[in-house]
């Protein structure tokens, strides 16, 4: 299974939006709502962001948002914030029951 | 509180086995789902696989069956992931991850993590 493929890099200044991409097949993003993103802080857990496409976890600021067409899956950011600087991962369920994450987005903020 | 704790840094040898835990509290253990995730230095994430302590039911990522072992102790809430002979490229962070939603798609909470280096 190849990783589902992200930018290697975005970058934004302070307040303004920003969207990662996440694209992958008819057998993982494209067939299944159950795509989810994860923000990584250098040497830190990954921390969940949004599930299922679209949904926020609480306490998880309402900056962040996710969509999905077809095969390609989105996180958009506004009102970007320094503390918004992080790794941030997709991932997504595939046919073969296994889920599948994307290679990896760097979010600069300038 | 939810709360997974990974155990210590590892220093192995290649051909060394190796066993790593992950103990949950805070919710019902034998409920969810709980599995690994891969970092290398420097990489991206990586799905292993999960087991569900309450039946033991386990699945793999096809790039790990057969390459790592997972298992789970629901008398002390605790999951495992374990080889029986370590190369140099095991070299990696290793997250434990509580698994939610339908088919155990949403990865909730998450373990700090535990290093493990394999080098001769």
């Known amino acids: 299974q190849s990783a589902l493929t992200q930018p290697a890099s975005v970058s934004g200044s302070p307040g303004q939006s920003i969207t990662i991409s996440c694209t992958g097949t008819?057998?993982?993003?494209?067939?299944?709502?159950?795509v989810s993103w994860y923000q990584q802080h250098p040497g830190k857990a990954p921390k969940l962001m949004i599930y299922?496409?679209?949904n926020r976890p609480s306490g998880v600021s309402n900056r962040f948002s996710g969509s999905k067409s077809g095969n390609t899956a989105s996180l958009t950011i506004s009102g970007l914030q320094a503390e918004d600087e992080a790794d941030y991962y997709c991932?997504?369920?595939?046919?073969?029951?296994?889920?599948?994450f994307g290679g990896g987005t760097k979010l600069t903020v300038l | 509180e939810v709360q997974l704790v990974q155990s210590g840094a590892e220093v192995k040898k290649p051909g060394e086995s190796l066993k790593i835990s992950c103990k949950g509290s805070?919710?019902?253990?034998?409920?969810?789902?709980i599995g690994w995730v891969r970092q290398m230095p420097g990489k991206g994430l990586e799905w292993m696989g999960i087991i569900y302590p309450g039946d033991s039911d386990t699945r793999y990522s096809p790039s790990f069956q057969g390459q790592v072992t997972i298992s789970a102790d629901k008398s002390i809430s605790t999951a495992y992931l374990q080889w029986s002979s370590l190369k140099a490229s095991d070299t990696a962070m290793y997250y434990c991850?509580?698994?939610?939603?339908?088919?155990?798609?949403?990865?909730?909470?998450w373990g700090q993590g535990t290093l493990v280096t394999v080098s001769s």
């Open positions: 299922d496409v679209s």
């Open positions: 991932s997504s369920y595939t046919s073969s029951s296994t889920l599948l």
């Open positions: 991850a509580r698994h939610s939603g339908t088919w155990a798609t949403i990865l909730i909470e």
């Open positions: 008819s057998s993982d993003v494209g067939g299944y709502n159950y």
């Open positions: 805070g919710y019902s253990f034998t409920s969810y789902w």
